[in-house]
């Protein structure tokens, strides 16, 4: 990927902010489990970094996506956590994707246009109880009652759920079932019969606030259907390339930090009269993750490059996406092994990057779900039988 001048610039400020108005916030939001999320996106509105590759028109800066890239990796490499940068990549790469590319002059002047301001909280609503890896199995229904949905089911899992002002809300808007029949809707938070039923504790990412939904004749107008009725399952599965992506290049340089202090560490401690790192297994195994990291960078850059000139890149971000989520809980457990007992110190950062590292082998599409799509595009998915 080549860099210019402005991304370089562009990163620097990125990591200055992340260095002032996130981490010596961390500790705080990650003991409370949640984050000011009005107050931090609209810190991040206004230098821009919420819409860098989103039109002027809406506030954006009219760039390509080689910022979203930077944004990523410096999401990853420089926060004291995972959950504040799944929070900002929910509002700029999950859940206003298939908004900008498909939503009507209308809407995304409604809620594109603050969501890049950071005024918006934005979250992406498919996951439910009885599906999650199996989207078209949702049960959510956005019924038809003249120029109005009616709305009615739940979603869980919903990061930034209890905080949104908006959800892009995939739901059932015709009898049809399996993957036909959905349609992507934006929901305002505010409408009669929506409910933030629980907040929810979770492992990791605890900076992160996660939500179960629920929809109780919500009723929004079918003027707020994103695109085509019927097209939502398309136009997510569209909308999922832009998460994954984001997802691993996170992880990419999440990993590379946490090896990098690995080393530093193992450079410190002594064990029998030498330093940890001088063991050839541990500069071996360090070295053999950093190789792999490297690779796997390069393999995001010639994703993102792709996406940029509009290939379909649905294989090759899956293959990214479960690289990255497996690599990364490779290197937390070797890295928290390197660091011994004050690896499992909660005063050391190893043990948070422990817990928050697991979820990307199973958020935005378990790795599963991405062998799944690999062995289809590489045609030795079978078919399923008829039982
Ligand atoms: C912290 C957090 C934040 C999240 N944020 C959001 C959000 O903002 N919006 C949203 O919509 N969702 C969100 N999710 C939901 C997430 O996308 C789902 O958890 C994920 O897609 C897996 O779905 P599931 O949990 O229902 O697991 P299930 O579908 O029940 O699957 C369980 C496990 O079974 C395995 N599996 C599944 N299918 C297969 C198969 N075909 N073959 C073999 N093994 C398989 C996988 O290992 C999988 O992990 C979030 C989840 C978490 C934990």
């Known amino acids: 990927m080549k860099f210019t001048q402005e991304h370089q610039l562009f990163r620097q400020s990125l990591r200055k902010f992340i260095k002032t108005e996130i981490n010596p916030y961390v500790e705080k939001w990650e003991e409370d489990e949640t984050f000011p999320a009005h107050e931090l996106f609209g810190k991040m509105g206004e230098q821009g970094f919420l819409g860098m590759a989103y039109p002027e028109e809406y506030g954006g800066l009219g760039l390509d996506y080689s910022y979203h890239v930077i944004l990523a990796e410096e999401l990853g490499r420089q926060c004291d956590c995972a959950g504040i940068p799944m929070a900002v990549a929910v509002q700029t790469d999950m859940a206003t994707p298939a908004l900008a590319a498909f939503g009507s002059e209308e809407l995304k002047q409604k809620y594109l246009a603050p969501a890049i301001r950071g005024e918006m909280v934005a ?11 199996d989207v078209a199995a949702i049960q959510t229904r956005a019924e038809s009652d003249g120029d109005d949905y009616i709305i009615n089911g739940s979603k869980l899992y919903i990061t930034n759920g209890t905080q949104a002002d908006w959800l892009c809300l995939l739901a059932r808007t015709s009898v049809e079932s399996g993957f036909r029949g959905m349609s992507l809707i934006v929901v305002p938070t505010n409408t009669p019969g929506y409910k ?17 939904l629920f929809f109780d004749n919500v009723r929004v107008p079918k003027s707020h259907c994103i ?17 994954r992506m984001v997802a691993s290049i996170m992880a990419t340089t999440g990993a590379e930090r946490i090896v990098r202090m690995t080393i530093e560490y193992c450079r410190e401690r002594k064990t029998f009269g030498m330093p940890l790192i001088d063991n050839q297994w541990i500069h071996f195994k360090l070295s053999e993750l950093l190789t792999e990291l490297e690779i796997l960078k390069q393999f995001n850059y010639h994703c993102a490059r792709e996406m940029i000139k509009g290939e379909d890149v649905t294989k090759e971000v899956s293959m990214a996406k479960l690289k990255s989520a497996r690599l990364a809980r490779e290197v937390a457990d070797t890295c928290m092994q390197f660091h011994g007992g004050m690896g499992y110190m909660e005063e050391y950062p190893i043990a948070r990057y422990f817990r928050d590292a697991r979820l990307v082998s199973i958020g935005g599409g378990a790795d599963e779900v991405m062998l799944g799509i690999i062995a289809k595009f590489e045609g030795i998915l079978p078919r399923r039988r008829k039982s």
């Open 123 to 133: 979250a992406i609503a498919v996951t439910e109880p009885n599906a999650g890896s």
């Open 196 to 212: 933030v039923s629980r907040k929810l504790k979770k492992l990791g990412n605890h900076s992160s606030d996660t939500a179960e």
């Open 227 to 243: 695109g085509e009725e019927g097209m939502g399952f398309i136009l997510q599965m569209q909308q999922f390339q832009k998460e």
